[in-house]
Each structure stands twice: as structure tokens, then as C-alpha cells.
């Protein structure tokens, strides 16, 4: 009697793979009785040959996340309370509005969160879960903003980008703080060095700011004295009230916006006289809130009230190109030349308190003030720089004769 192998008998045939329900179909039959995807090198499983409807449903699903390298929102075991990059910018947003109207922070520093959040929603999608976006996922936006932006752009983007995902570790949103990676840094010192040097310098010549004197009409001419009379800058002369200029003794008294730390400038005779002529062409305020500024637009508006709009960078600008200026200069150049031409009086502290700075050292802590001949000597370093001109002369060098010397004393 012949035996039958036992493990023969229990021995079932494989069941024969299916063909794709058409020739679109996205999927293949994998040996494991599911419908399966190759994605970025990796194969993935969406349900068995049976319910090839259903598998397609799930590919569908997933697709765009398996796609860009994430985990499948269908695929995590989502914590609810985990928000969204919209929940985070909304609040964030908030936070940051309420400082900004209690006067903690700038309505310039505001609008560039506005922005950033704006770009990373863009970005990212305002339904990503925070806890879905992963290190490839900030390199990818920093190489996309390195190709649009140079490297102190980027920096300062990148900077906002990392405080605001940041927020949500520090106000308890997420259970662990946001990997932003290696790829996701702010450019290092020396490629902010080597852009530096090639961008040339940040600040104008005597002979090009007489110019632009020359040719701005109000109130932009009083805005570009006062850059470089006290060195203020783009928002210091948009939010500048009223209050804070004597044009009788000819003396500015004015906390910088940025910062709060207090500021006492003499006034130039040419920058009083701008003063004095760009406030008689004031025109009306549009808003009861501008009317102690001393600076408005044509239109009656604040010269900071719409941020995005940057109105003094863009007048500036127009100037610049009418004057055939070139480098890439702007209003806040100013800056930069009152502090280069003013440390030529060999006084720092008092450049320091002209321009609003603080540098944090014991003796900064301990000063109570500084003499007011000390910061007119500093503003007096520009005033000689910028409208003394050199004397002319007609003498042409004298070129020294060989034995000259010995024939004189013969």
C-alpha cells in the first residue's frame, strides 16, 4: 500500500495574481495579496487584491504625503490636541498682535511675522499637523528661499521661521519642540561676510547726499536730513510725533521705536529749515490716530501705516534712480553714514547715544547722561563731512628738477 505524504495532502495551491481592473491602474499585485506602490524607494500596501476599489480610495488618500517623503496623515495615531499650522500661526499671530498694540513690539516686526506665516502656510498647507513636518520638509523651504533671496534675507526668514514653531514648544502645543535639522540654519558668518563684501558699502558719499538733498521734494528731503543728522531710520522718521522736535533750540528728544532706549540729537540750520517746510505742507490727517506725526503722505496717511507697501524705501528709491545713484543703497544707508562719519570724533559713547544704541556694558548701566557738546560735536563730524567742500585750487603740482637743490644753495 502506497503512503501519501502528509504534508503533501495540507499543501494548497497559491492563489493566481490578479490582473490590474484596467491599464490607469496606479497599483500592482503584490505576492502578499495585497495591492501595492513603489514610493521613493520604499513599497507600500493600500489592501487586498479582492477590493481593488477600496485599495485605489487609499492610495488616493495618501498619495501627496507618500509623495513628498511623510508619514501618511491616515497612517498616524493622531492625537487630536496636536493643532495645525494653521492653529499655530492664528495664535501665534494673536499673541504677537497684542504685544505689538501694547507697544512691546514694533507694527514692523509684526508684518514680517505676518509674512512668514504666510509663506510657511503656503508652504507646508494650513491643515499639516505640527508634529508631521519633518527636517527634509525645512530644508526643502530653506533651498526654496535661498533661490529668491540673498543671504541676509534669508537669515532674518528663516530666524522668524524657527520663532514661530518655537511659540508652539514654549506655550505647551506640542509634547516636544519642533527638529528643525542642520538644513534649516541662518547663513554663517563668513558667507554673511563675503556677501558683504560684494554687495560694496551700506552707506552714501558726501557728493550723492548733497545731491539727493538737492532733489527730494518735502517731505522726503527733511526725512533724508534727519537720517543723517541723528541717524534715524525708516520707521524712527515715520513714527516721529511731533513732541519730540524743538526747532526753536534746534534739539531732537526721541526714544527709537525699536528699542525704547532715549535719544537727544542737536539739529543741524538745514534740517530745522526742512523741518519747518515740510511741516507748513503737511497735509490733513486721514486718521485721527496720525495727528500728532510730524511726517504724513500726500494721501494723509502715517508713512508707516501700510507696511507692505514700504512707502519711504520706495521714494528712496525713485530719487535714487533719478539721480542715476547706483549701488544697492536705500533710506536706511543713512544710518550707516552717520555712524561711519561720526566716529571720526573719536567719542563712540556719544555716536552711541545719537544712534540709539546700548552696548550693554557696566559702564553703559552705570551712565546717567552724556554733555550736550559732546553729541554736538559728534552731529557737528557729519555737518563738516557733508557741506564743506574741499578747497579748489588751480596750482598745478611742481615737478622737481634734478640737481635743483644744489644749483639754490649755489
Not at 487609499?58 to 494653521?86: F, N, Q, S
Not at 513636518?133 to 543671504?151: H, N, S, T, V
Not at 521705536?257 to 539739529?267: E, F, N, V
Request: glycine share 6%; with cysteine; hydrophobic share 40%.
Amino acid at each position: 500500500m502506497t503512503k501519501v505524504n502528509s504534508t503533501a495532502r495540507t499543501r494548497t495551491r497559491k492563489p493566481r495574481k490578479p490582473d490590474k481592473p484596467h491599464k490607469d491602474f496606479p497599483l500592482f499585485a503584490h505576492n502578499n495579496g495585497q495591492w501595492a506602490k513603489k514610493v521613493r524607494g520604499k513599497i507600500h500596501f493600500f489592501g487586498v487584491w479582492s477590493d481593488d476599489q477600496k485599495a485605489l480610495e487609499r492610495w488616493l488618500d495618501e498619495k501627496d504625503d507618500l509623495l513628498a517623503g511623510r508619514v501618511p496623515r491616515a497612517r498616524l495615531k493622531i492625537d487630536h490636541d496636536v493643532p495645525t499650522l494653521e492653529d499655530l500661526a492664528t495664535k501665534f499671530l494673536t499673541t504677537k498682535g497684542l504685544r505689538r498694540d501694547r507697544g512691546d513690539l514694533s507694527p514692523y516686526t509684526w508684518n514680517s511675522y505676518s509674512e512668514v506665516c504666510d509663506q510657511l502656510l503656503e508652504q507646508f498647507g494650513k491643515d499639516r499637523l505640527l508634529t508631521d513636518i519633518r527636517r527634509e520638509d525645512f530644508e526643502q523651504l530653506a533651498a526654496k528661499w535661498a533661490k529668491a533671496w540673498g543671504p541676509v534675507r534669508l537669515g532674518a526668514e528663516i530666524n522668524r521661521a524657527r520663532v514661530v514653531f518655537n511659540f508652539a514648544w514654549n506655550e505647551g502645543l506640542i509634547a516636544a519642540p519642533i527638529k528643525f535639522g542642520d538644513g534649516f540654519k541662518r547663513p554663517s558668518k563668513k558667507v554673511m561676510r563675503l556677501n558683504r563684501a560684494k554687495q560694496g558699502k551700506k552707506m552714501f558719499e558726501a557728493d550723492e547726499l548733497r545731491k539727493m538733498i538737492d532733489a527730494a521734494a518735502q517731505p522726503l528731503k527733511a526725512m533724508i536730513l534727519l537720517g543723517v543728522n541723528a541717524g534715524l531710520g525708516n520707521s524712527d522718521v515715520g513714527r516721529l510725533p511731533m513732541n519730540a522736535i524743538d526747532l526753536e533750540s534746534g534739539w531732537l528728544n526721541y526714544p527709537r521705536p525699536k528699542t525704547g532706549i532715549m535719544r537727544r540729537c542737536p539739529l543741524w540750520p538745514e534740517t530745522i529749515v526742512a523741518l519747518r517746510e515740510a511741516i507748513d505742507q503737511r497735509p490733513r490727517p486721514k486718521d485721527r490716530a496720525d495727528e500728532d506725526l510730524v511726517f504724513l503722505t500726500f494721501r494723509g496717511n502715517g508713512w508707516t501705516a501700510d507696511l507692505k507697501a514700504r512707502p519711504l524705501t520706495n521714494e528712496t528709491a525713485k530719487l535714487l534712480d533719478r539721480l542715476a545713484i547706483d549701488g544697492r543703497r536705500n533710506f536706511y544707508a543713512l544710518r550707516h553714514t552717520f555712524e561711519t562719519v561720526a566716529g571720526e570724533c573719536r567719542d563712540q559713547v556719544a555716536v552711541d547715544a545719537v544712534m540709539g544704541h546700548d552696548d550693554g556694558s557696566m559702564a553703559s548701566a552705570y551712565r546717567e547722561g552724556i554733555s550736550d557738546e559732546r553729541l554736538r560735536a559728534a552731529t557737528d563730524t557729519v555737518r563738516k563731512w557733508l557741506f564743506e567742500k574741499p578747497p579748489k585750487t588751480d596750482a598745478k603740482p611742481r615737478l622737481k628738477i634734478a640737481g635743483e637743490e644744489e644749483l639754490a644753495s649755489a
